[in-house]
C-alpha cells in the first residue's frame, strides 16, 4: 500500500514564498500522475494541481495559476508545490496524493499546514 | 466549473440507521465520481470510485450509484466508526471539484 509524507509547510508573511514536498513510497511513483489539493482551516476540500508522469503536462486552478508551480522528480520519488505570493486565502492544509486514470485520489498524505499571516 | 452540490450539510443519526447522502453535479458527469470518508484531523479516505465501485478493504454496508448529474453514498447499518464529514469529487473535467461536504453525527 503506497504511503505519501508531506513536507514543508510553514508560517509565511503575505507576499512570501514556500516549497513543499511530497515523497512517495510503496507504489511505482512514475507511474501516476500526482495531485496537490488543500483545505483550509474548517472548509471543505479544494483541488491545487497535478502534473502527469513525465513531467510535461501540468493543470492548475485558477485561484493558484501563475502563483503555484508543481514539479516531480521520479528519480527521487517525490512531488513539490513552489507557491509564490502567498496571500491569507492560501492558508491551508496541504495534501498529496496520486491520481489514476479513473479519476480517484487514493492513498492520501497527513498532510503539511501552510499559514499565511503577518 | 462544475460544481458538486451535496445534501444533506449535515445529518443526525443513530448506529445500525440507514444513511443516504446525495451528490448533484451542474453539468452531466458519467460515472466519474468518487466518495471520501474524513475524520477530524485526518486526511481523506476513498470509499468509492466510478460512483459505484467500492475500494479494496473498504465495508460492504457502504455503496454508491448514479450517473449523470445525480448521484448517491448510501451507508447501511451506520456504524460507531462511520461518523464522519464525506465528500464526493467529480473527475470529468478540469478543474476537479469537490462537493461542500456532508458531516455524519451521532443522534
Known amino acids: 500500500e503506497g504511503e505519501l509524507v508531506e513536507s514543508g509547510g510553514d508560517l509565511v508573511q503575505p507576499g512570501g514564498s514556500l516549497r513543499l514536498s511530497c515523497a512517495a513510497s510503496?507504489?511505482?511513483?512514475?507511474?501516476?500522475?500526482m495531485t496537490w489539493l488543500r483545505q483550509a482551516p474548517g472548509r471543505g476540500l479544494e483541488w491545487v494541481a497535478n502534473?502527469?508522469?513525465?513531467?510535461?503536462?501540468?493543470n492548475y486552478v485558477d485561484s493558484v495559476k501563475g502563483r503555484f508551480t508543481i514539479s516531480r522528480d521520479n528519480a527521487k520519488n517525490s512531488l513539490y508545490l513552489q507557491m509564490n505570493s502567498l496571500n491569507t486565502e492560501d492558508t491551508a492544509v496541504y495534501y498529496c496524493?496520486?491520481?489514476?486514470?479513473?479519476?480517484?485520489?487514493?492513498?492520501w498524505g497527513q498532510g503539511t499546514l501552510v499559514t499565511v499571516s503577518s | 466549473d462544475i460544481q458538486m452540490t451535496q445534501s444533506p450539510s449535515s445529518v443526525s443519526a443513530s448506529v445500525g440507521d440507514r444513511v443516504i447522502i446525495t451528490c448533484r453535479a451542474s453539468?452531466?458527469?458519467?460515472?466519474?465520481l468518487a466518495w471520501y470518508q474524513q475524520k477530524p484531523g485526518k486526511a481523506p479516505k476513498l470509499l468509492i470510485y466510478?460512483?459505484?465501485s467500492l475500494q479494496s478493504g473498504v465495508p460492504s454496508r457502504f455503496s454508491g450509484s448514479g450517473s449523470g448529474t445525480d448521484f448517491t453514498l448510501t451507508i447501511n447499518s451506520l456504524q460507531p466508526e462511520d461518523f464522519a464529514t464525506y465528500y464526493c469529487?467529480?473527475?470529468?473535467?478540469?478543474?476537479?471539484?469537490f462537493g461542500g461536504g456532508t458531516e455524519v453525527e451521532i443522534k
Open positions: 466510478t460512483s459505484s
Open positions: 453539468q452531466g458527469i458519467s460515472s466519474w
Open positions: 510503496g507504489f511505482t511513483f512514475s507511474n501516476y500522475w
Open positions: 496524493a496520486p491520481y489514476s486514470s479513473y479519476g480517484w485520489l487514493d492513498p
Open positions: 502534473i502527469n508522469q513525465d513531467g510535461t503536462a501540468k
Open positions: 469529487q467529480q473527475s470529468s473535467t478540469y478543474p476537479l471539484t
